[in-house]
T-cell receptor, first 114, second 115 residues
Framework: GENVEQHPSTLSVQEGDSAVIKCTYS??????FPWYKQELGKGPQLIID?????GEKKDQRIAVTLNKTAKHFSLHITETQPEDSAVYFC?????????????FGTGTQLKVEL | DTGVSQNPRHKITKRGQNVTFRCDPI?????LYWYRQTLGQGPEFLTY????????KSRLLSDRFSAERPKGSFSTLEIQRTEQGDSAMYLC?????????????FGDGTRLSIL
């Protein structure tokens, strides 16, 4: 089955700096890669996603890049703010006509310091 | 937009007891997923429904676990004869079906603690 690895496990940045989180996946059939943000005591919240027919996607301060050949994808957060502090999870899925179960990475604890 | 609702938010029980959790998906979402999340890990897929049909189950879902979605709306997840290893956050997600691009939206989970 699919295996997703995520690095780093913790990341501390100064407010206003950029943060980058990287993930690799094992199944070349995976074609959908969402990123979720999870705050303490809450469920994961979708923040951005990308399909394999696209190499990059941007939404305001958040961007995701995908390298299908190397089977890795990354989350970039620019101009970080204290409210960006949370655990971030990458995931991979094979979009089919059936259920699109997600395989998650182990998470990155992002801390934005003032 | 009421979002995905899960109840209870917390459940503490003794080993060997049965527990049941409920998930109410976003209205009109015909796909419903259950995941389990242990401390410091990402969510792991357990099972999913399309309408009332349970279409896939993970090997993580032992025979002590059963999930239902009787009318294609809310779903319940029951764990019988709970064990220490069942302590986790149980997350529910829902999505629309159809097409290839339907993001999953998660509830805030039920945290289960086994004494």
């Amino acid at each position: 089955g699919e295996n997703v690895e995520q690095h780093p496990s913790t990341l501390s940045v100064q407010e206003g700096d950029s943060a980058v989180i990287k993930c690799t996946y094992s199944d070349s059939a995976s074609n959908y890669f969402p990123w979720y943000k999870q705050e303490l005591g809450k469920g994961p919240q979708l923040i951005i996603d990308i399909r394999s027919n696209v190499g990059e996607k941007k939404d305001q301060r958040i961007a995701v890049t995908l390298n299908k050949t190397a089977k890795h994808f990354s989350l970039h957060i620019t101009e970080t703010q204290p409210e960006d502090s949370a655990v971030y999870f990458c995931a991979a899925s094979i979009l089919t006509g059936g259920g699109n179960k997600l395989t998650f990475g182990t998470g990155t604890q992002l801390k934005v310091e003032l | 937009d009421t979002g995905v609702s899960q109840n209870p938010r917390h459940k503490i029980t003794k080993r060997g007891q049965n527990v049941t959790f409920r998930c109410d998906p976003i209205s009109e979402h015909n796909r419903l997923y259950w995941y389990r999340q242990t401390l410091g890990q990402g969510p792991e897929f357990l099972t999913y429904f399309q309408n009332e049909a349970q279409l896939e189950k993970s090997r993580l879902l032992s025979d002590r676990f059963s999930a239902e979605r009787p009318k294609g709306s809310f779903s319940t997840l029951e764990i019988q004869r709970t064990e220490q290893g069942d302590s986790a956050m149980y997350l529910c997600a829902s999505s629309l079906a159809g097409g290839q691009y339907q993001p999953q939206h998660f509830g805030d989970g039920t945290r289960l603690s086994i004494l």
